[in-house]
């Protein structure tokens, strides 16, 4: 894959003090056009590549990196990684790039972020794709998250970090070595002491364990104040977003178009061409 994008970095306010949010940037740097994709919990701007090739022909495609996560700071407190903090955070992102309204991809975490966003009066957000996230986070997909979120393990070799990788990314499903290794090289890094590490600041996890109190995320006042076009897209195996959930957003709300991928659970990664199509057609399709 031939790299194309820019690289710059945002400064933000969050309740513990200023930082900077990096992010890359696809396509035309004067199109007006504006597509924002976001990440899940411990991943990374990168992981849109795929994406953005497809679609930087139509938009400026922006993909920052959350705070806390790839070349974005850490943050001094880390129970300022909330989602307030997030969306603040996209707030300046977007008023940087100098446009009204934007179109927003969100996987998981990044889903919510735009959710969140769409949510509010005046909304930036003109178009919404939620991948695989929705109003109700099961207590079953928070604790399997939990397993595994700021332990921060050190790994010997890339080999080794992605075994790791290919095993608590086990539902993204089938994917090609090239694939897996793209999947790992892009959220570990060389750790000064030797062989490698996660590429996200392991204080995330102290308020996602904070917050947990053994029971089901209800978001639905959020989800039902959206008013834009929105598509989800679902794993046909997401232990996050429930059939039962995906149904009631259909039917609720901005009512989605629900797309369902076979054989993936939680989350679809978006590399693959048929999931790039759907996203694409909702996108651009008349």
């Known amino acids: 894959m031939t790299e194309q994008f820019r690289s710059h970095k945002v400064q933000c306010l969050a309740p513990g003090g200023l930082h900077r949010m990096a992010y890359l940037e696809w396509g035309e740097a004067d199109n007006p056009r504006v597509l924002v994709c976001a990440h899940g919990l411990t991943r990374c701007a990168r992981d849109f590549d795929f994406l953005a090739q497809e679609l930087c022909g139509h938009y400026r495609v922006v993909c920052p990196d959350v705070p806390g996560r790839g070349e974005s700071d850490w943050l001094k407190n880390p129970m300022d990684y909330v989602a307030a903090t997030y969306v603040n955070a996209m707030v300046a992102l977007i008023a940087r790039l ?65 075994q790791y990788v290919r095993a608590v990314s086990a539902p993204f499903g089938a994917h090609s070595d090239a694939q897996w290794r793209f999947l790992t090289e892009h959220v570990v ?54 059939r039962e959930t995906a149904a009631q957003m259909a039917a609720r709300g901005p009512r989605a178009n629900l797309a369902e991928i076979k054989g993936i659970g939680h989350a679809p990664t978006l590399m693959h061409a048929d999931q790039i199509a759907v996203v694409r057609e909702f996108l651009l399709g008349r």
């Open 98 to 162: 100098g446009v009204q309204t934007v179109h927003w991809v969100g996987t998981s975490m990044g889903g919510l972020i735009g959710m969140v966003l769409a949510s509010l009066p005046e909304t930036p957000i003109a178009r919404l794709v939620l991948n695989d996230v929705g109003p109700v986070i099961t207590v079953v997909s928070l604790e399997r998250i939990g397993t595994y979120v700021g332990m921060a393990p050190r790994f010997p070799s890339i080999e080794a970090a992605e």
């Open 189 to 242: 890094r060389s750790d000064p002491a030797g062989g490698y590490r996660m590429h996200y600041d392991p204080a995330i996890a102290v308020p996602f364990n904070a917050e947990k109190e053994h029971k089901d995320v209800d978001l639905w006042n959020v989800y039902d104040a959206v008013r834009c076009p929105t598509l989800l897209v679902r794993g046909e195996q997401s232990d996050l977003l429930t």
